[in-house]
């Protein structure tokens, strides 16, 4: 059964940082675009971050661009999150999913794709 695993969510003070991973389960990642996806309580899910195949291209939403970074390693077959000066509105599940749609800003799921797992919860508050 092909799946995304994510982990490496947690609970952290504003300012602090967190790295969350995306893994592939029974899929090998390096043929795929990836993107991270969250919800925060009460809100739709919204697009944070993307990344092409290479590693070259990355999107990312205006509210995280200059503190979070996507990357990925595909000798490991991970996808990765650094999310740096976290704040309270970043607080949300956070998943990811294959093929995402990015266009500057704009990250969205790809229908047929975006098969949501368990994802990972990051809380940030004092």
């Known amino acids: 059964q092909v799946q995304l695993v994510e982990s490496g969510g947690g609970l952290v003070q504003p300012g602090g940082s967190l790295r969350l991973s995306c893994a592939g389960a029974g899929l090998s990642l390096a043929n795929h675009a990836l993107g991270w996806f969250r919800q925060a309580p009460g809100k739709e899910r919204e697009g944070v971050s993307c990344?092409?195949?290479?590693?070259?291209?990355?999107h990312y939403d205006g509210s995280v661009a200059e503190r979070f970074t996507i990357s990925r390693d595909n000798a490991k077959n991970t996808v990765y999150l650094q999310m740096n000066n976290l704040k309270p509105e970043d607080t949300a599940v956070y998943y990811c999913?294959?093929?995402?749609?990015?266009?500057?800003?704009?990250?969205?799921?790809?229908?047929?794709?975006?098969?949501w797992g368990q994802g990972t919860q990051v809380t940030v508050s004092s």
């Open positions: 999913a294959l093929e995402p749609v990015c266009m500057g800003t704009r990250i969205d799921p790809r229908p047929g794709y975006a098969n």
């Open positions: 990344i092409n195949t290479s590693g070259r291209n990355k």
